[in-house]
């Protein structure tokens, strides 16, 4: 089965990028913005597979467009929604128990670069895609608005909230 997998691959040609050519491509940018959201290594790896797998099911409808980069990327930050939707009603259920939560929510983490990316994630929703699109991704506005199916205008106001945000929880100046 492998094999005929294998094979498959290769003859599937996207203006001479073959679906593997484009999984390696991908996979190393989607597994650090899949982390740079979440802030779970594992967890970012299995959004990263997940979003790929979704593409190769769909791969002869993404191929033909201008980004399939773009349309893998929008998949992986839904899913990456709903995971977090998902444990935020598990960090509930474990606020409504007698014991201290925030040590499970919030583990302890080292470095200024952990502390930064911690604060990045306790974000909406939103605001931390957009951050993650723009410092990890060095995307541009035009390229976060087309990600995320959103107004410039909306992600100029997301990445401007999220900033102010980011310096006054780690007591910075806006300079981020």
């Known amino acids: 089965m492998t094999a005929d997998l294998d094979g498959y691959l290769r003859m599937v040609d996207v203006g001479g990028d073959s679906f593997d050519v484009f999984y390696a491509r991908q996979r190393k940018p989607l597994i650090a913005l899949a982390y740079a959201v979440t802030g779970s290594r594992s967890g970012a790896e299995d959004l990263a597979q997940d979003a790929l797998t979704a593409a190769y099911r769909s791969w ?76 990890l991704e060095a995307m541009t506005m035009t390229e976060i608005a087309s990600v995320l199916q959103v107004t410039k205008q909306t992600v100029d106001v997301h990445i401007r909230r999220a900033r102010q945000k980011l310096a006054d929880r780690l007591g910075l100046e806006e300079s981020l």
């Open 60 to 135: 002869d409808e993404i191929r033909v467009k201008d980004n399939p980069g773009i349309w893998v990327r929008r998949i992986l930050l839904n899913r990456a929604s709903s995971a977090y939707r998902r444990r935020l009603a598990e960090v509930r259920a474990l606020a409504r128990r007698p014991r201290d939560f925030e040590s499970v929510a919030f583990p302890d983490v080292t470095g200024e670069i952990d502390k930064i990316w911690l604060e990045v994630r306790r974000l909406p929703r939103r605001q931390t895609e957009v951050i993650a699109l723009a410092y």
